[in-house]
């Protein structure tokens, strides 16, 4: 029988993702996170721990620790190799959250500025050198 017949079956919806960093210490990087980036604490597994979650808004980081870096540090940064891709709906709340994040410290690997495609962007580095690309409309 068709689908439609036993009414309307809607498709599934993926309505979040979470990217995963790698990172030396979770307390220092939930710290980061929630001190400097205004994330809040999601939730720490592990006695000590070894896992977190953090959010902002509907965006999550998954932090795991490791002993050493996963990544070769030099080759990160050479290439831009991003941990996170980040997205903001208007070209007020990129410029916005620059200067949030402007005043409160961060290091930029990137200033805030607009790409060739239109887009505003900016990658922020954490503490364990992971680059953060948060994104919006260029106007």
């Not at 990217?19 to 592990?46: H, M, N, P, R, W």
């Amino acid at each position: 029988m068709p689908e439609h017949a036993h009414g309307t079956r809607s498709k599934p919806v993926i309505t979040a993702t979470a990217a995963e960093l790698f990172v030396a210490d979770i307390k220092a990087s939930c710290d980061f996170f929630t001190q400097k980036l205004g994330f809040s604490v999601v939730f720490v597994y592990g006695e000590p721990p070894f896992y977190a979650q953090v959010r902002r808004d509907r965006g999550l980081l998954n932090l795991k620790h490791m002993d050493r870096p996963v990544i070769d540090p030099q080759l990160r940064d050479r290439e831009s190799l991003l941990s996170a891709d980040m997205g903001l709906d208007t070209h007020e709340e990129i410029e916005q959250l620059f200067h949030e994040f402007q005043a409160a410290g961060v290091t930029f690997f990137q200033a805030l500025r607009k790409e060739p495609w239109g887009a505003q962007t900016f990658i922020v580095k954490d503490p364990d050198g992971n680059l953060l690309l948060f994104a919006g409309p260029g106007e």
